[in-house]
Antibody, heavy 120, light 110 residues
Framework: EVQLVESGGGLVQPGGSMRLSCAASGFSFSSYWMSWVRQAPGKGLEWVANIKQDESEKQYVDSVKGRFTISRDNAKNSLYLQMNSLRVEDTAVYYC?????????????WGQGTLVTVSS | QSALTQPASVSGSPGQSITISCTGTSSDVGSYNLVSWYQQHPGKAPKLIIYEGSKRPSGVSNRFSGSKSGNTASLTISGLQAEDEADYYCCSYAGSSTYVFGTGAKVTVL
């Protein structure tokens, strides 16, 4: 069974940093692109970033470029999102999702999400 | 990277059919037949229900169907059921390994 479990969310002050993790199991993690998708409270979904299997390609939505960094550790079946210079508007539930970039171009499995609150 | 446009809300009675539109541009929806649709119940993670415009993953009801014309994709739910009450999001590949989601549509079963 495919499972994605996010962790690392919480309360952080504006300008602060936070690192999210996503533990994957039930599939060959190193064979898939992975993405982060976020959802602000009461708002819609927003694709944030993705990463290729070997980390050779990473893409970001414009609003987080230069502030967020996506990475992965295939040996640990884990995906990460380092978030720096956080803003109030980054407050959201962050989901990790298996990204079928290169084949079907969709997100077929999602974690349960972790809430990041940016507030003073 | 502007969000795709969906109606804020769509409603229908049990047994009826409803259609949710998803309008993008020639840079996303219009350029690729790579629109996916997700169902999200309150407090839950999104669930994939349509990919590549019209394909259903295993286990998804055939009451859900998708199509595309030009820069607009559509999701049709036939034989509307109470359990279909949820938020629905479209998503399109937008080139250069990026994606863009729709604004979301809340489906209400009357």
């Amino acid at each position: 069974e495919v499972q994605l479990v996010e962790s690392g969310g919480g309360l952080v002050q504006p300008g602060g940093s936070m690192r999210l993790s996503c533990a994957a199991s039930g599939f060959s993690f190193s064979s898939y692109w992975m993405s982060w998708v976020r959802q602000a409270p009461g708002k819609g979904l927003e694709w944030v970033a993705n990463i290729k299997q070997d980390e050779s390609e990473k893409q970001y939505v414009d609003s987080v470029k230069g502030r967020f960094t996506i990475s992965r550790d295939n040996a640990k079946n884990s995906l990460y999102l380092q978030m720096n210079s956080l803003r109030v508007e980054d407050t959201a539930v962050y989901y990790c999702a298996r990204d079928r970039r290169g084949s079907y171009f969709m997100f077929d499995y999602w974690g349960q999400g972790t809430l990041v609150t940016v507030s003073s | 990277q502007s969000a795709l446009t969906q109606p804020a809300s769509v409603s229908g009675s049990p047994g009826q059919s409803i259609t949710i539109s998803c309008t993008g541009t020639s840079s996303d929806v219009g350029s690729y037949n790579l629109v996916s649709w997700y169902q999200q119940h309150p407090g839950k993670a999104p669930k994939l229900i349509i990919y590549e415009g019209s394909k259903r993953p295993s286990g998804v009801s055939n009451r859900f169907s998708g199509s595309k014309s030009g820069n607009t994709a559509s999701l049709t739910i036939s034989g509307l059921q109470a359990e279909d009450e949820a938020d629905y999001y479209c998503c399109s590949y937008a080139g250069s390994s990026t994606y863009v989601f729709g604004t979301g549509a809340k489906v209400t079963v009357l």
